[in-house]
DNA sequence: CGCTAATTTGAGTGACTTCAAGCACAGTGG
DNA sequence: CCACTGTGCTTGAAGTCACTCAAATTAGCG
C-alpha cells in the first residue's frame, strides 16, 4: 500500500477503541451513524502534512492511529511545538470553531489514519447535543490550561528543567513500555522544538542526563531509569 | 464609599454598555432577566484579589468596569501575566466549564466593578441556547489560539522583541488617548511579569527604546511615538 | 490636628556572572 | 551518502546582586 492512499476498510466509529474518544463517547447511536455517514478517513506517512498554518479548513480531523504534532512557525522559520495528538485525539477543530485560518501546522510524526469530519457535522452536534457541547468545551479549556501552565514555564524555568519536563509529560502522555523506554521516538531537533531551545543544548542535556543516571540512550529511544530524579530536576 | 462594598446600584445587563459583552449579547430578553435576577455585584480597589490559584470557584464573573490582570505563580513565587481583562470580559469561566480548581490568581490593576454569575446559570444557558455555547467556544478558541502565539513568542523571541510586542499589544487592547498615551498603568514589574524577564530588564529596554525615539515615558504612563518603528522591533 | 521624621515602594544604574545560542567540525548509521 | 547526532569553543543576551535616588505612605509627636 502506498501513502496517502485512501483506507479501503474505513474504521467504524462504533468499534473505534482509540483510548478516551471523549469528544465522541456520548453520543447517542443515530447521531453516531450520522458521523460514520459523513466522514472519510485516510492513511499518512511520517512526515505528512495534515494541515498548514494559514489554510482554511472545512472540517477537524479524529486520529483513529498514530501521532502528530501540532506546531507554529516563527517568524526565523522555527518550528515551536503546541503538543502531541494521537489516537483517540481530535485536531483542528479550533479554526472550525472560531471560523478562522489554522494558526498552526499539524504533521504527522508516526504513520497515522484520520478520519475526517466536515465542519457542519460539528455544528450540529454542537447546536442539538448540549452533553457534546460541554465535552468540546471541557476540552478547550484543558488545552488552554495545559497553554498556560507552558508559558509560565517557558517564561521561568532553565532549558535543563524544561527538558526534564518535557521527558516526564511525554512519558504521561505516551507511556512506557516493559523496559522503560518512552514509547514516542522524537529526533533531537523536535525535541528542541518542544522545549523551545537549540538542538545542541538538547543533545548536550540528554547526555547530561545520561552521566546523572536518570536516562539512557539508544539512538531516538530514551529509557527512564530514575523518575523522581527527574522530577526534582523538572521542579515539579 | 470604602473599599469593597457591596454594590448599591447593581448595574443592568440589558443597559450595560460594556464594550462588546460578547457573551451575553445574544440572549433573550428573558434569559438575560434571569442573569439579572441570580447575578450579584461587588465593588475592588486595586491590589484585590478575586480569586486565587487553587481555590473553588462557583461561578464566573463579568466586568462591568476596571481591569484585571491574570496570572499564574511559578515555583519561586514569581508571577506570571497571562492576559489583561478588562470591561466586557468575563474571567474565571475556565475553571467553571472544566469543573477544576482555578489555575490562575485574578487581581485589581484598576478599580474595577463586577458582576458574579453562579455555575449553574452557565451551564443552563450552555444547555439551553447552541448560540451561547458556541460563542462561548469560540472565545476559548480565541484565548486559546492568543497562548499559542504567546508560547512561540516567549521561545524564540528575545526579550527585546517581546517587550515592544507587548507594548503593541497593550495599545491594541487598551487603545491610546489623545496624546498618544497607552491606557493602562502598569508598573515596571508588572510589565516583566508579562513579558516573562527581570524587572531591571524592562527598565533598561524601556530607556532604550527611549532613546531610540520609539516611545517617550513619564512614570507609568507610556507615550508612544514611534509605532511602525515598535512594530519593526518586534518583528511583526 | 498638622508638620516633620521614618519607612516603604518603585525606578533606575553599574558590575559581574551564567546560561544557552551559534558556529564549525567530526563521527555515525540507516 | 545525507540527515542526524555529538563535541569544543566563543560570544552575547539577560539574570542576579548591590546599591542610589525619588516619591509616596505611614508613623510619631509636640
Redo the contacts with the bound molecule.
Sequence with gaps: MGPYTKNTTIPSCSECIARGHQIFKNLAPEELEQVENIKSCNNYKRGATIYQEGSRINGFYCIHHGIIKIFKTGF?G?EQIIRFAQSGDIIGYRSVLSKELACTTAQVIEDTTLCFIPSAMLFDLVKTNPEFSIQLMQLTCKELGEANNYITDIAQ??????LAEILLLLKDNFDLDENQVLQIA???????NM?????????????EFKSDGYIE?H??KIKILNLPGLHKVANF
Design positions: 526565523d522555527k524555568k532553565t532549558v535543563r528543567e524544561r522524537l529526533t533531537r531537533e523536535e525535541l528542541a522545549v523551545g531551545t537549540a538542538t545542541e543544548s538538547v543533545i548536550r542535556l540528554l547526555s540512550l539512538g531516538r
